[in-house]
């Protein structure tokens, strides 16, 4: 059994978006930039915010946070996006999702113009996915694929389960995996025989949001398992989807929570960022 490294995976992938800066600043005079806006004071949005900012700093991006208050109301936030669009300087924005229950993040990420949609959320790009031509892909989708492409792990000819069917995560990866010629299964709440399905995967990806829901008599022998979860457990301690301590003895490969698909979300976003400032400026 091989842990999969997402941390160093994700250095990897920053390192070659801070060459690629460099090169855009010394050669074309530009800097990528990125705007972040967190509506209220949820903790976990506050945690993935600050790191987005460090990973900017360590890259060489620019970086503007806009924090506004919970009580914001649609037409200000919608507002606050039309400025964004329109501003020369940057070239991502990313509305930190959940928003306070008042305002509709639908409209919010449709206002985003799709050539500055970080997140690949907007449905132009997520149309483009589909057709197999985007410009950018969803951050932990995409995150999940580097690290079985640094791990020379194929997906031709496998069979891919995905547990979650979720627009940001579940949908998505299915469409990558596809695009790879793998043989995908999407899984929800209502499959029946969820750990017969589960059973066949040659590549199990758990997006489901439940503390320790894989566990190992729904794993083959020899499989790659990839926890996309982050839950706590009983303890109150970080764990993902899979029931890591039983599961891992059964794995080729997997995935470790935390410092498996986490870091890879933000490297991700990293390389949304300057391809989109490449395709603004047209630089190849």
Do not use: W
């Not at 010394?26 to 990125?34: C, D, F, N, R, S």
């Not at 999940?144 to 627009?167: A, D, F, T, W």
């Amino acid at each position: 059994m091989q842990i999969i490294d997402g941390k160093k995976v994700s250095a990897n992938v920053k390192e070659r978006v801070r060459l690629e800066c460099e090169r855009l600043v010394k050669e074309h005079g530009v800097t990528p930039g990125l705007a972040v806006v967190i509506v209220g004071d949820d903790p976990a949005s506050r945690v993935y915010v600050n790191n987005k900012k460090k990973a900017c700093e360590l890259v060489g991006f620019k970086s503007e946070e806009y924090a506004l208050p919970a009580e914001t109301t649609q037409e200000e936030l919608l507002s606050l996006v039309d400025t964004l669009n329109n501003k020369d300087d940057i070239n991502g924005i990313l509305v930190q999702l959940p928003l306070p229950k008042h305002l509709d993040d639908k409209s919010v990420i449709e206002r985003i113009s799709p050539k500055k949609d970080v997140d690949a959320f907007h449905a132009v790009n997520v149309g483009k996915i589909m057709l197999g031509e985007y410009d950018f892909l969803p951050c932990t989708p995409a995150g999940v694929m580097e690290m079985l492409h640094q791990y020379e792990i194929p997906v031709e000819g496998k069979q891919c389960v995905v547990i979650g069917r979720s627009n940001i995560v579940g949908k998505p990866m299915g469409m990558l995996l596809l695009h790879e010629n793998g043989t995908v299964t999407i899984c929800h709440s209502r499959t029946k025989n969820l750990k017969e399905v589960c059973q066949r995967a040659d590549i199990l990806v758990a997006a489901v949001g439940r503390a320790k829901f894989v566990t190992a008599d729904m794993v083959k022998d020899g499989a790659v398992v990839i926890d996309v979860g982050m839950n706590r457990d009983e303890n109150g301690k970080l764990c993902g989807d899979v029931d890591f301590e039983n599961v891992k003895d059964k794995c080729s490969y997997i995935t470790p929570v935390p410092g498996g698909v986490g870091p890879m979300t933000i490297a991700t976003l990293m390389k949304n960022t300057i391809k989109a400032c490449k395709i603004q400026n047209g630089i190849e």
